[in-house]
Nanobody, 125 residues
């Protein structure tokens, strides 16, 4: 499985941005997908995740009500719509996926076996 993330860039505080992650090589439909972010010197942190059915989504408290995770199975693509961006959202954002029968530890990076290369989001004040 390979993931290709895109959509990062430089924006101003309050702006919106949509990240995309295209998956290839997946042989199952029961994939949990998630977004994480990382800044220099810090551990990778959970941002959002979506269950394989798409019916359940989870968010970190810091992005809840501002970010929306979604997916388009027909296009093997999942998205992170980010609104009301803040300077503290500046980070490299990573998409991740894994075949899981449960939607349990979606906030743990080790839960995922496949990762995209990351896309940089910079929010200026």
């Amino acid at each position: 499985v390979q993931l290709q993330a895109s959509g990062g860039g430089l924006v101003q505080a309050g702006d919106s941005l949509r990240l995309s992650c295209v998956a290839s090589g997946r042989t199952s439909s029961r994939y949990v997908t998630g977004w994480f972010r990382q800044t220099p010197g810090k551990e990778r942190e959970f941002v959002a995740a979506i269950s394989w059915s798409g019916r359940t989504t989870k968010y970190a408290p810091s992005v809840k009500d501002r970010f929306t995770v979604s997916k388009e199975d027909a296009e093997n693509t999942f998205y992170l719509q980010m609104r009301s961006l803040r300077p503290e959202d500046t980070a490299v954002y990573y998409c991740a996926t894994e075949v899981r029968s449960e939607f349990a530890y979606y906030y743990v990076s080790d839960y995922y076996g496949y990762w995209g290369q990351g896309t940089l989001v910079t929010v200026s004040s």
